[in-house]
């Protein structure tokens, strides 16, 4: 059996989920939150679309935290412990509506760091555009596209002894039979859906 070097916890305290979004935001609910051909600046109507925390990638790294072994040395190693967050992603969406028929959608996400994964902060950008085809019936395009927000899982490095030494290894799969570097091939890595496109018919009767 190996011996793990799971490595420092730093990265978890000094953190600061959002942080690095945050200049986008002000500029960002800035420029939205005027009408830009309003003389005295007057504001928008501004709705809150959606909110949430720990949601999407959030969820698949909880699920790689089942599960572990146990060390050469008796150490009994928990994936929870390096799958998990204190501060879970946080995501908030927002639509600017500039006239009664289009509306354009921001927001963004604060990104969520674990010891073994990071989850990057993202930008959420779209519109919605209506038509009317008669006076009874509401034709609707809805595009929403996400910036950023990749899932990357992290290494660790491993002392496999006299013959093996200490290599990087895949943490989940350090016990297992694979050679340290075969293991590299299975590191989790994922990006949001970047792209939703919705059309919708309604009509009355």
């Known amino acids: 059996m190996s011996r793990l070097f799971s490595g420092p916890n730093e990265t978890e305290r000094q953190w600061l989920p959002g942080a690095s979004l945050l200049p986008v ?3 960002t609910s800035g420029i939205m939150g005027f009408c830009p051909h309003a003389a005295a600046q007057e504001l928008v109507p501004i709705s809150l679309v959606d909110i949430g925390q ?5 969820e698949a790294a909880t699920s790689l935290g089942l599960g572990g072994y146990e060390l050469a040395d008796g150490t009994q190693v928990r994936f929870s412990d390096w799958y998990h967050s204190n501060f879970p992603e946080l995501h908030a969406e927002f639509m600017t509506q500039l006239t009664e028929d289009f509306g354009i959608f921001w927001g963004l996400g604060t990104g969520e760091q674990g010891q073994k994964y990071t989850i990057d902060p993202s930008l959420r950008l779209g519109f919605i555009a209506q ?6 019936s509401v034709l609707s395009l809805t595009v ?11 290494t660790c ?13 895949n943490c989940r799969l350090a016990a297992s039979e694979l050679p340290p570097q075969e293991t590299l091939q299975y590191l989790a890595t994922a990006t949001p859906n970047l792209i939703r496109a919705t059309v919708n018919f309604r009509t009355n009767f």
């Not at 720990?54 to 959030?58: A, P, T």
């Not at 038509?131 to 009874?136: D, I, L, M, Q, S």
Request: no cysteine; hydrophobic share 30%; proline share 3%.
């Open 157 to 169: 490095n491993a002392d496999y002894g006299e013959i093996g030494g200490v290599q990087e290894v």
């Open 131 to 136: 038509a009317h085809p008669n006076e009874n």
């Open 144 to 154: 929403n596209t996400i910036l950023g927000g990749k899932f990357t899982e992290k």
């Open 54 to 58: 720990g949601r999407g990638l959030s």
């Open 25 to 27: 935001f002000l500029f």
